[in-house]
């Protein structure tokens, strides 16, 4: 009987009908007041979205995430990148896999996905003033340079 009436959770749904008051209280302080907007904001902020919420720490936010993948059936499932943070993440993963449009805002990312980011000719460095025959690392653009740099810098300490 109890799971003919046992309703899943909506996104329409009230945080303080799913949550305890204390934590359902620092959600609404940060204007979450419905679970959409929670999901919302997972999906915006990724790994540290609990940042922008008062007094919610890693712990907390981590039993949330749990709380929403055991319910995604009915919400959708928080992106791999709310749950584990990047570093987790080996090269090549389908959550890391995102091109962003040129002239908007880049979020931090990997160094391995700045080879899978298609850069016109007049934006891949491949004109810069370090290309010439002085430069000590020979690349034909800054992002086949900058393993190269990377791998000096930790070399020389």
């Known amino acids: 009987?109890?799971?003919?009436?046992?309703?899943?959770?909506?996104?329409?749904?009230?945080?303080?009908?799913?949550?305890?008051?204390?934590?359902?209280a620092r959600l609404a302080v940060a204007g979450l007041t419905i679970v959409a907007d929670l999901l919302a904001?997972?999906?915006?902020?990724?790994?540290r979205?609990?940042?922008?919420?008062?007094?919610?720490?890693?712990?907390?936010?981590?039993?949330?995430?749990?709380?929403?993948?055991?319910?995604?059936?009915?919400?959708?499932?928080?992106?791999?990148?709310?749950?584990?943070?990047?570093w987790q993440f080996v090269a090549g993963h389908p959550a890391l896999a995102r091109t962003p449009r040129l002239g908007t805002l880049i979020d931090v990312m990997p160094l391995e996905s700045l080879q899978a980011i298609p850069l016109p000719a007049e934006l891949d460095g491949s004109q810069g003033l370090n290309r010439g025959?002085?430069?000590t690392i020979r690349s034909r653009s800054t992002a086949l340079s900058t393993h190269p740099w990377v791998d000096r810098r930790l070399r020389c300490g």
């Not at 009987?1 to 329409?12: G, Q, R, V, Y």
């Open 1 to 24: 009987m109890e799971s003919d009436l046992a309703e899943a959770p909506n996104p329409a749904h009230q945080v303080d009908c799913w949550f305890e008051p204390v934590v359902a």
């Open 41 to 47: 904001l997972i999906r915006r902020r990724q790994q």
């Open 49 to 86: 979205w609990y940042t922008s919420v008062p007094r919610l720490g890693p712990k907390g936010a981590e039993r949330i995430t749990g709380w929403l993948s055991l319910h995604a059936a009915s919400q959708g499932e928080p992106s791999p990148l709310a749950t584990t943070p990047r």
């Open 133 to 135: 025959h002085t430069s």
